[in-house]
């Protein structure tokens, strides 16, 4: 079975910095994409960023300019850099990975989220 967790949430004034990691963990074969998702409060989910295994990456524009993916292949993890944080981006913010098994066909995993808040 695959488990993402994410780590480096917390609270942080607009302005300021936060990096979230995330590494899945189990018995994996190999990982595709891998990437960052957020649902604010009472809202959907909504694509961050993804990074392919080559290091293609493809952000939202609410985030271009602000935040950065990237990944470690050896380690199989992604992290997300977030600079110029905004009360907007208060959310829970989950990780994601399409990962196959010695025993199973590419799947989507995401993590339980880690809560951002960003105090004004």
């Known amino acids: 079975q695959v488990q993402l967790v994410e780590i480096g949430g917390g609270l942080v004034q607009a302005g300021g910095s936060l990096t979230l990691a995330c590494a899945p963990s189990g018995n994996i074969a190999a990982i595709t994409y891998m990437g960052w998702y957020r649902r604010a409060p009472g809202g959907q989910r909504d694509l961050i960023a993804t990074i392919a295994n080559n290091g293609h990456t493809n952000y939202a524009d609410y985030v271009k300019g602000r935040f950065t993916i990237s990944r470690d292949n050896v380690k199989n993890a992604v992290y997300l850099q977030m600079n110029n944080l905004e009360p907007d981006d208060t959310a829970i913010y989950l990780c994601?990975?399409?990962?196959?098994?010695?025993?199973?066909?590419?799947?989507?995993?995401w993590g339980q989220g880690t809560q951002v808040t960003v105090s004004s």
């Open positions: 994601y990975a399409r990962v196959a098994t010695p025993k199973t066909d590419w799947n989507d995993y």
